[in-house]
């Protein structure tokens, strides 16, 4: 995963993926300092409520409330757009 981020380090997916893991190892420091990297842009393409919740959850703990709000919005914006196609 992190070979992945040095080879592309803009592709936000492999970002996510990495704090994802990261997060589950409980190395929150170093989960946070790539996915801090994400843009407002790049977590509107996020298509994972999964992996969303869980970058929101660490972008709340360490007070990022900029990123907590994009997270927030997508996953709404998801949540309306699956409702929708019922």
């Not at 969303?52 to 997508?74: H, K, N, P, S, Y």
Request: glycine share 4%; net charge positive.
């Amino acid at each position: 995963a992190w070979r992945a981020v040095e080879l592309e380090p803009r592709n936000a997916h492999f970002r996510v993926g990495l704090a994802s893991l990261l997060i589950r190892m409980h190395r929150f420091d170093k989960a946070y300092w790539i996915a801090s990297s994400l843009t407002e842009c790049q977590i509107f393409d996020i298509t994972c409520e999964c992996c969303l919740e869980r970058i929101e959850r660490l972008f709340e703990f360490r007070g990022d409330e900029g990123r907590v709000a994009a997270c927030r919005q997508r996953r709404h914006f998801l949540n309306r757009a699956k409702s929708e196609s019922r």
